[in-house]
């Protein structure tokens, strides 16, 4: 160190003290105590133990932050429909007395209830509703979300929600990924005609990627949803303009969706309770990663287990994410979500925190974030916590004390 001006500023940030999870190995947290981990322009830049720094902190970075706790990768929700007007609290109140989701969706309730205020809230109410929730899962340390649309299913409202979705990530400074999820419900104007109705959900996808508007698509694969045939096509017109594609697959029943969204090289294949094991098989080889999504599972009291020790035998990754949405998984923390999945699926805390970090990334085919790792993005999190298992331990209550994305404080 010749002299401190000529080391001043080399990096934005600076944060020490902490013990950090990097997560970047295939197995444990990757522990380094006392920690100093460093970002310039939005990237990590160095990871080291705090006495290796070689240097004054203060003369490393334009800001130095002494820290104690728990460091992690930002969290990543990988699958969310936070982008809706209304809510369906009365829904909960029915199947608290015996409704199912099934019988609900059959009378008309259900997701084209969300449709119908959806449809009726214009973009700046839209927002107005939406960015609460958005809130909600930064302030427990979400860094990146993806946002489906699927409750306008028409032109003009799934456009608007997808618009809406970009417009949560530049209001928050967190990144979206959006999700085309057109092929979500039919629309009432489309009663008995599926089939029309998914050559009009092929025939808008070009228009809103042209806007910019997708990273990828996704369909609901069920019997209250849509044939494995349709979603094929749906699939085909995705694969047509380079768009990576996942699934709402296998959560009331088994209709082969999981190996449907790995014959496509899906990225994901999402609920997946009733997956069978030659899916499972079919997730491996071609790598897309199972999304488990307990606060659904939670809310609609179900009792069928995904096929978790065949995931991890067939070497499958498992994410976890919030499924927030207004009807099955009213669900607002990530935290909350890694919890859920080590009560219900017995994951260990550690696979939940990859799955809600490294595991959920490669679920949106995302390589730069998730792990803590010179080069990647600066998107972290640091804990008021003395273990990362604490993170599955505490149900509610604020244990993310900053949150930084993109080498950004955002909490
Ligand atoms: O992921 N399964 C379909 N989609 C949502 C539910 C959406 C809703 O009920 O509004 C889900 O659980
Ligand atoms: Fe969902």
């Given at each position: 160190m010749?002299t401190?001006?000529?080391s001043?500023?080399?990096?934005d940030g600076?944060i020490v003290?902490?013990?950090?999870?990097?997560?970047d190995a295939?197995?444990?947290?990757?522990?380094?105590?006392?920690a100093a981990?460093?970002?310039?322009?939005?990237?990590?830049?160095?990871?080291?133990?705090r006495?290796?720094?070689g240097?004054?902190?203060?003369s490393l970075?334009?800001?130095?932050i002494?820290?104690?706790?728990?460091?992690t990768p930002?969290?990543?929700?990988?699958?969310?429909?936070l982008v809706f007007?209304?809510?369906r609290?009365?829904?909960f109140?029915?199947?608290?007395?015996?409704?199912?989701?099934?019988?609900?969706?059959?009378?008309?309730?259900?997701?084209v209830?969300s449709?119908?205020a959806?449809?009726?809230?214009?973009?700046?109410?839209l927002?107005?509703?939406?960015?609460?929730r958005?809130r909600?899962?930064?302030?427990?340390?979400?860094?990146?979300?993806?946002?489906?649309?699927?409750y306008?299913?028409?032109?003009d409202?799934?456009r608007k929600m997808?618009?809406?979705?970009?417009?949560?990530?530049?209001?928050?400074g967190?990144?979206?990924?959006t999700?085309?999820l057109a092929?979500?419900?039919l629309?009432?104007?489309?009663?008995?005609?599926?089939d029309?109705?998914?050559?009009?959900?092929c025939?808008?996808?070009?228009?809103l990627?042209?806007?910019?508007?997708i990273?990828?698509?996704?369909?609901?694969?069920?019997?209250?949803?849509?044939?494995?045939?349709q979603?094929?096509?749906?699939?085909e017109?995705a694969?047509?303009?380079g768009?990576?594609v996942?699934?709402?697959?296998?959560?009331?029943s088994?209709?082969?969706?999981?190996?449907?969204?790995a014959?496509?090289?899906g990225?994901?294949?999402?609920?997946?309770?009733?997956t069978s094991?030659?899916s499972?098989?079919?997730?491996?080889a071609?790598?897309t990663?199972?999304?488990?999504?307990p606060?659904a599972?939670?809310?609609?009291?179900?009792t069928k287990?995904?096929?978790l020790?065949?995931f991890?035998?067939?070497g499958?990754?498992?994410?976890v994410a919030?499924?927030?949405?207004?009807?099955?998984?009213?669900?607002?923390?990530?935290?909350?979500?890694m919890?859920?999945?080590?009560?219900?699926?017995r994951?260990?805390?550690?696979e939940a925190l990859r799955g809600?970090?490294?595991?959920?990334?490669?679920a949106?085919?995302l390589a730069d974030r998730g792990?803590?790792?010179?080069?990647?993005r600066?998107d972290?999190?640091?804990w008021?916590?003395?273990?990362?298992?604490?993170?599955?331990y505490?149900?509610?209550?604020?244990?993310?004390?900053?949150?930084f994305?993109?080498?950004?404080?955002?909490?």
């Amino acid at each position: 160190m010749s002299t401190a001006p000529l080391s001043a500023g080399r990096y934005d940030g600076l944060i020490v003290g902490a013990s950090l999870a990097t997560l970047d190995a295939a197995q444990g947290y990757g522990e380094i105590a006392d920690a100093a981990l460093a970002w310039r322009d939005g990237r990590i830049a160095h990871i080291g133990p705090r006495s290796a720094l070689g240097a004054d902190p203060a003369s490393l970075a334009a800001t130095v932050i002494e820290a104690d706790g728990w460091i992690t990768p930002g969290l990543v929700d990988c699958h969310t429909h936070l982008v809706f007007a209304g809510d369906r609290a009365r829904e909960f109140e029915l199947r608290l007395q015996g409704a199912s989701y099934e019988e609900i969706a059959r009378a008309g309730g259900g997701i084209v209830s969300s449709v119908r205020a959806t449809r009726a809230a214009d973009e700046a109410e839209l927002l107005r509703q939406s960015l609460p929730r958005a809130r909600a899962l930064l302030a427990d340390g979400a860094t990146t979300l993806e946002i489906k649309s699927g409750y306008g299913l028409d032109f003009d409202n799934e456009r608007k929600m997808l618009r809406v979705a970009r417009a949560v990530g530049d209001t928050l400074g967190v990144q979206v990924r959006t999700t085309y999820l057109a092929a979500h419900a039919l629309p009432p104007e489309y009663a008995g005609r599926a089939d029309d109705y998914i050559d009009a959900v092929c025939e808008w996808m070009p228009r809103l990627h042209a806007e910019g508007l997708i990273d990828a698509v996704d369909a609901f694969c069920e019997g209250i949803g849509f044939s494995p045939e349709q979603t094929r096509r749906v699939f085909e017109a995705a694969r047509a303009l380079g768009l990576p594609v996942k699934l709402h697959a296998d959560q009331l029943s088994d209709l082969g969706g999981a190996a449907l969204a790995a014959s496509f090289d899906g990225l994901s294949a999402d609920h997946v309770e009733h997956t069978s094991l030659d899916s499972v098989r079919a997730m491996a080889a071609h790598g897309t990663v199972a999304v488990l999504l307990p606060g659904a599972f939670h809310v609609l009291r179900e009792t069928k287990l995904p096929p978790l020790d065949a995931f991890r035998e067939h070497g499958v990754a498992m994410a976890v994410a919030t499924d927030c949405n207004p009807g099955t998984s009213p669900l607002l923390s990530m935290r909350q979500a890694m919890q859920l999945s080590c009560t219900h699926f017995r994951l260990t805390p550690e696979e939940a925190l990859r799955g809600a970090t490294v595991h959920a990334a490669r679920a949106l085919g995302l390589a730069d974030r998730g792990v803590l790792r010179v080069g990647a993005r600066a998107d972290f999190v640091q804990w008021r916590i003395g273990h990362p298992s604490e993170l599955c331990y505490w149900l509610g209550g604020g244990l993310a004390q900053r949150v930084f994305a993109g080498g950004r404080l955002l909490v």
